[in-house]
């Protein structure tokens, strides 16, 4: 199994501003994504981390938003731009590898936005 | 367009008991995957079980099993033996079909807040 984790775990930030998240995995996997939970609510997805290209983006959600790296099979960023309170959510990163049946999850970042 | 439902908003048992938290889901692929997650108040999302949409035999995980009734598409998982541990938050999910390495994402149901009792 993969263990993902994740920095920062937690962050305060003023509206305006902007904070990017990294997940790294300790081995390498073909999936990877980024999903928001919001206060009360399931997990959501925001896009599809593609390694070497521009990632995937579900509807309602915006590269110049959410803007995504994935430089390797191992680790990815997701940066929440221009935040304003609506931002304010716990944020995952998932990976997995095709040919296995298990989806991991990191432990998150529990983002506030002020 | 695929869909979880999980209309058990919260749930209580009794510890020591078992305890079957829904799921039914909706889609027209033949070939998908559905999974059951425990979120604890820490936020942190936790594998618990995977059944395949051609596995014949429902999976088991120590004390977690899913009841698959592929004909009635519904996915439903048994706590045996409930712990006071189990108390938390619940996710159904589904994975669609996975081509060429590509796909994979997960669609989750709303959840269903599982709390026991002493």
Redo the contacts between chains.
């Keep these: 199994s993969a263990v993902i984790s994740q920095k920062p775990s937690r962050d305060i930030c003023q509206r305006g501003t902007s904070l990017t998240i990294q997940c790294q995995v300790d081995s390498q996997v073909?999936?990877m994504?980024w999903?928001r939970?919001q206060p009360g609510?399931?997990?959501?997805?925001i896009a599809?981390a593609n390694q070497g290209s521009e990632a995937t983006y579900e509807s309602g959600f915006v590269i110049d938003k959410f803007p995504i790296s994935r430089p390797n099979l191992t680790f990815s960023t997701l940066t929440v731009s221009n935040m304003s309170p609506e931002d304010s959510s716990?944020y995952?990163c998932?990976a997995?590898t095709?040919?296995h049946?298990?989806?991991?999850?990191g432990?998150?970042t529990?983002l506030t936005v002020l | 367009a695929q869909k979880i439902t999980q209309t058990q908003p919260g749930m209580f048992v009794q510890e020591k008991e078992a305890v079957t938290l829904d799921c039914t889901y909706d889609t027209s692929d033949q070939s998908y995957?559905l999974?059951w997650?425990k979120q604890p108040s820490?936020?942190?999302?936790i594998?618990l079980i995977?059944q395949?949409s051609y596995d014949e035999q429902n999976a088991t995980e120590g004390r977690y099993s899913l009841n698959f009734q592929k004909a009635r598409k519904s996915a439903n998982l048994v706590i045996s033996a409930s712990q006071l541990g189990d108390s938390a938050m619940y996710?159904c999910?589904m994975?669609e079909v996975?081509r060429y390495?590509q796909?994979?994402?997960?669609?989750?149901?709303?959840?269903t807040e599982l709390s026991v009792k002493p």
Excluded: C, D, H, V
Excluded at chain 1, 101 to 105: A, H, L, R, T
Excluded at chain 2, 42 to 45: K, L, R, V
Excluded at chain 2, 103 to 111: D, H
């Design positions: 073909t999936m994504f999903y939970q609510q399931s997990l959501t997805l599809t716990i995952l998932s997995g095709s040919g049946n298990e989806q991991f999850f432990p998150g529990r | 995957g999974f997650y820490s936020g942190e999302m594998f995977y395949g996710f999910a994975r996975l390495n796909g994979g994402k997960l669609i989750f149901g709303q959840g």
